[in-house]
RNA sequence: GGCCCCGUCGUCUAGCGGCCUAGGACUCUGGCUUCUCAAGCCAGCUACGCGGGUUCGAAUCCCGUCGGGGCUACCA
């Protein structure tokens, strides 16, 4: 009861970390900050057919780039390591042979296929399905006779009759009969460890406080229980259970690759700040119980806690999260800014990184600032600045090259010209008052071919601050070319 | 099929017996502002799955029902 909190993220990187994944690190990783407690990254890799190097280290940066930093775990190390299951196979081995001499666990010689017939009459009877305990009770002549014939055998555990109930810190109580969890296998026939196996141990070894993980994974913690009892742990001992819900996808099913994007890598590349992913995540199944949403990463661990978690699946919108990605984004300073749009820039292409090209950049971003969601917009907003040949939209062009606005530019050109102070605040003034004042042009119009002429596109930074950016060499030999198209 | 979990606006949520003719946010619609696009501001639409109880009173407690999900592996 008094234990320090100590709480675990245990994933097994079948594939690049996922929103449902983030969702439960984010959550462990709270809570323990929340409780000034350990936070411990374990890598659950025993099925080392599907878990690659790659995975693993996909999952360690991401959640470095989250800001989701352990306090044991790989990199760091700590007291309890190795913190990959793979580097742990003895400690496993040791226990199951512990069970078995004990007698908690029992070597079972069915081969796989016997246990799906035996399945498939269960079914097909309409009983619930499950190991039938056949090899529970084996006499030495048995053993002797399967042995013979070159059997393998899995180290199962005995269940026992009985029931079991703990204690969910979101769901409550939560009871199972052993009717209904049939004695299973801790250890392959090849001798290697299994989840169940290595799950328990590694938790009670590693004294861990607070299991947070999947829903799915509700219906397997008797069998949880039954190994720390095996190992001796008294009631005491046992880590506490939290069973997130699921996240889902738009259409009510699980999310999964053809379900929108999953992969917390997606969301890195389109430009999503790891805040406004943490942010939006939070208010998945929690919220702090205001009206609050924007949310820090700091006050996410000061109004944390499990017991706020809710009980059942929520949906997750893109929409809400582009929303809260564009309230970060229109946060941070001017110097953070710039330092998230660098690489999209030069990933794009759209500038090498030259010093005069960053000095641009830095002086054009305030007026992109407010009007992107992701940072991957941003090299498609400032390239006008920065292309040698410039081009105007293919569906722009017929909106430049017609009398009204050729006369819209020519004039222009004989506005701007003569200028000296070449800032938007004196652009703008030449051109209402020439544009607006004296050619009687609503500004939507006058403006429109200007901005085509200069930006390429309808769609742009503000005309003005644009042209100030441009130069005045540049801004007009644009119009020039414009009026020749 | 069995076991387990879940059920408030389209979505995320507040609500834990009276403050609820149910609040906030996203989305959507309309408006204001306006050099485009955004941002910002204002307004509007829309919800307690259903049926029984308990109670003076239920979104809140109980039962049932319907619906959704998970598990039912020598995956995790």
């Not at 530019?409 to 605040?425: F, G, N, Q, V, Y």
């Not at 950016?469 to 020039?480: H, M, V």
Request: aromatic share 8%; charged share 25%.
């Amino acid at each position: 009861m008094t234990r320090p909190v100590k709480v675990r993220f245990a994933p097994s990187p079948t594939g690049d970390l996922h929103v449902g994944n983030i969702r439960t690190a984010l959550f462990g990783w709270a809570y323990a900050r929340h409780t000034g407690g350990t936070f411990l990254f374990r890598i659950e890799d025993t099925d080392r057919t599907r878990v690659t190097d790659e995975y693993i280290a996909a999952a360690i940066d991401t959640l470095k780039w989250l800001g989701l930093n352990w306090d044991e775990g790989p990199e760091v190390g700590g007291e309890h390591g190795p913190y990959l299951q793979s580097q742990r196979l003895d400690i496993y081995a040791y226990w199951a042979a512990k069970f078995l001499e004990q007698g908690d666990a029992y070597h079972c010689y069915c081969s796989p296929e016997e246990l799906e017939a035996t399945r498939e009459k269960q079914r097909a009877a309409n009983v619930a399905p499950g190991y039938d305990g056949r090899c529970r009770g084996l006499n030495s002549a048995q053993i002797a006779g399967y042995q013979a014939q070159g059997r393998g055998a899995t180290i199962r555990m005995r269940m026992g009759d009985g029931e079991t109930t703990f204690t969910d810190l979101i769901r409550g109580d939560v009871t199972f009969d052993h009717k209904f969890v049939p004695d299973f296998v801790l250890v392959r026939a090849d001798g290697s460890p299994l989840y169940p196996l290595a799950v328990a141990v590694d938790d009670i070894l590693m004294k861990v406080t607070h299991v947070l993980r999947g829903e799915d994974l509700l219906s397997s913690t008797p069998r949880q229980i039954r190994v720390y009892q095996a190992m001796g742990v008294a009631e005491e001992g046992y880590p506490l259970f939290a069973h997130l819900p699921f996240v889902m996808g738009q259409d009510n099913a699980k999310l999964s690759k053809r379900n929108g994007e999953v992969s917390i890598a997606w969301y890195r590349e389109q430009g999503y700040l790891p805040e406004a992913i943490c942010n939006y995540l939070a208010l998945l199944g929690w919220s702090p119980g205001d009206d609050r949403e924007n949310v820090s990463m700091q006050e996410i661990c000061e109004l944390f806690t499990v017991e706020k978690v809710h009980s059942s699946p929520a949906r997750f919108d893109m929409r809400k999260l582009d929303a809260i990605n564009g309230d970060k984004l229109r946060a941070l300073t001017p110097a953070e800014f710039l330092q998230w749009s660098l690489p999209f820039l030069t990933r794009a292409g759209v500038i090498s990184g030259t010093d005069d090209e960053i000095a641009l950049v830095k002086k054009a971003l305030p007026i992109i600032q407010e009007r992107i969601i992701k940072l991957n917009e941003i090299p498609a907003m400032l390239r006008f600045l920065f292309v040698k040949e410039f081009s105007v939209e293919l569906d722009c062009v017929s909106k430049v090259n017609d009398a009204p606005s050729k006369e819209v530019l020519t004039r222009s050109i004989k506005e701007l010209e003569p200028l000296t102070a070449w800032t938007h605040d004196c652009i703008e003034a030449a051109l209402r008052s020439a544009l607006i004042d004296e050619m009687g042009l609503k500004p939507r119009i006058a403006f429109t071919a200007l901005r085509i002429a200069t930006t390429g596109s309808t769609i742009s930074p503000p005309l003005f601050e644009s042209m100030e950016l441009l130069g005045k060499t540049a801004a007009l030999a644009r119009i020039s070319a414009a009026l020749a198209l």
